[in-house]
């Protein structure tokens, strides 16, 4: 069954024009929604909330239009990274708030939060008030507020953008909890592509205000389609077809192929090798131009002909080395360009 269908959803603010946008989420799914900062992730989240309207396009969930629904009758929870706790409310409050909004009875409200507060296991963060939490509890309670009114479809704006590995590691393995109880469907928007290849089923990717790749997350991490993408996933090295010549010992055909519009051949820093003499037939004579030292081993900036490229290595070389660069031709993506496709 299908949660949520978006149709041409064209949302315009200010400067910044959001669509169209046209998605298919099946119930029960966990979908995460990465891309770069202002490329519209939170604008869509507040759009399906009902925050934003429309200039065009629908708005479905489970079959109804909701494109003009007050955002208090959608039955949509949301959870941002900034907690959005009330201050002067204990925990206990702020999950009760959204039952009183409801207007259920006492005795359903008490019910609701004892269920939610055993299954997220903060029964001992009930009576504290949001200043006395960590930032991972006060999160929990968040999620806890947002779950609680029992919503068909769940938004997660970057909720573990604020918090520490372990704290973070802690919250991804009760989102999969969340998601295994299959009572809500979730669209998480996050920086981290580790939370795409845990907790999704699908991952959409935005770029200025469109979605320009989606699918499986790990077949698609694995092979971007877009210079867009790539260049967010760290495939940081770019040759275009000015300057396929390069690898042309790698990609024999490469020229010849009749492409409609100008591709790219990209990779990673740790995706060539760096050696002191010619090590492989797919090497090629640079120049050490720079050399930086990172947590992963050097970083260096090697030039070959032409072109500039960054390259890690553990190995020591000194600046203006001369040097070959060994490439793995199959780590090496041919991409185009968003707007080429």
């Known amino acids: 069954m299908e949660a949520l269908t978006i149709q041409n959803l064209t949302v315009k603010l200010k400067n910044f024009v959001l669509g169209p946008i046209n998605l298919e989420l099946e ?20 759009s399906i909330l009902g925050f934003y309207r429309p200039l065009y396009g629908k708005i479905i969930l489970y079959g109804k239009d909701i494109t003009n ?13 900034s907690y959005s706790l009330f201050n002067n409310m204990d925990a206990k409050s702020n999950i009760e708030y959204g039952l009183k909004l409801m207007k259920l009875n006492k005795s359903e409200r008490e019910k609701r939060i ?3 507060s055993v299954m997220l296991n903060i029964e001992n963060l009930l009576n504290k008030k949001p200043k006395e939490l960590s930032g991972g509890q006060q999160q929990l309670i968040s999620i806890a507020r947002a779950l609680v009114i029992e919503p068909k479809i769940l938004l997660l704006d970057e909720p573990l953008s604020n918090l520490d590995p372990n704290v973070k590691k802690n919250l991804r393995n009760i989102l999969k909890k969340i998601t295994k109880l299959k009572t809500t469907t979730i669209i998480h928007v996050s920086h981290f592509i580790e939370d795409a290849f845990e907790l999704s089923t699908k991952l959409f990717f935005m770029y200025k205000g469109k979605i320009i790749e989606a699918g499986n997350p ?3 991490i694995n092979n971007p389609k877009t210079l867009e993408f790539s260049e967010y996933l760290g495939y940081s090295n770019m040759i275009d077809t000015n300057s396929f010549e390069i690898l042309e010992n790698i990609f024999h055909d490469l020229k010849g192929l009749n492409y409609d519009g100008k591709v790219y051949a ?4 740790e995706d060539a090798k760096i050696c002191g003499n010619r090590c492989c037939d797919y090497s090629f004579e640079g120049k050490i131009t720079d050399v930086g030292l990172t947590s992963r081993g050097f970083l260096y900036t090697v ?6 490229f960054n390259i890690f290595s553990e190995d020591k070389f000194e600046e203006n080395n001369k040097v070959y660069l060994c490439f793995d031709a199959n780590k090496i993506k041919i991409v185009r360009s968003a707007n080429e496709i």
């Open 27 to 46: 119930e029960h799914g966990y979908y995460v929604i990465a891309g770069p900062n202002g490329s519209g992730k939170t604008t869509l989240l507040r």
């Open 69 to 81: 629904l007050p955002i208090e009758k959608r039955k949509i929870g949301y959870v941002t990274q």
């Open 114 to 116: 004892k269920d939610i």
């Open 218 to 220: 790990v077949e698609i």
């Open 266 to 269: 990209v990779f990673r820093p």
């Open 303 to 308: 030039k070959v002909n032409d072109k500039t």
